[in-house]
């Protein structure tokens, strides 16, 4: 029953770390025909979430930064499945499954897919 105990106490207190990470994917698959995340930069501080995007359009690659204060702008949860980050503005929500992937989805618009990249993104 302690093992069980401590083993529940470990796995809630690894969810609720910290969020940091690099996301990415190749930017030759991105359909520039709109702009879209080729890879992303979050890094939890704190009550704030940090998050830099490089993003690819018709007009080539560009960098959004963007800070979130939790709680206010942004909510973090822990489910059976992951960590789930809702955005207020702009609805949104980004889940980070068990295996590090991460999905983003907006309201009424599909999703992206990023993989965890232990890889510094060029």
């Known amino acids: ?3 069980l105990i401590l083993f529940l106490s470990f796995y809630t ?5 910290e969020i940091s990470g690099i996301w990415g994917t190749d930017s030759r698959s991105v359909k520039p025909s709109a702009a879209a995340p ?3 930069r979050i890094e939890q501080v704190e009550d704030r979430l940090y998050i ?15 800070d979130y204060l939790i709680h206010r702008d942004v909510e973090i949860n822990a489910t059976t499945e992951g960590i ?3 955005f ?3 609805a949104a929500t980004w ?12 309201c009424g618009a ?4 990023l993989s965890r990249s232990t890889d510094l993104i060029q």
Do not use: H, K, N, W
């Not at 889940?95 to 907006?106: A, E, Y």
């Open 52 to 66: 830099l995007r490089i993003m690819v359009g018709p007009s080539g690659r560009f960098l959004e930064q963007q």
């Open 84 to 86: 789930e980050v809702d």
């Open 38 to 40: 080729v890879a992303i």
């Open 110 to 113: 599909g999703g992206i897919v």
């Open 13 to 17: 207190l690894c969810f609720g770390a």
């Open 95 to 106: 889940m980070i499954d068990s295996t590090g992937t991460l999905t983003m989805r907006r």
């Open 88 to 90: 207020y503005a702009p």
């Open 1 to 3: 029953m302690r093992t």
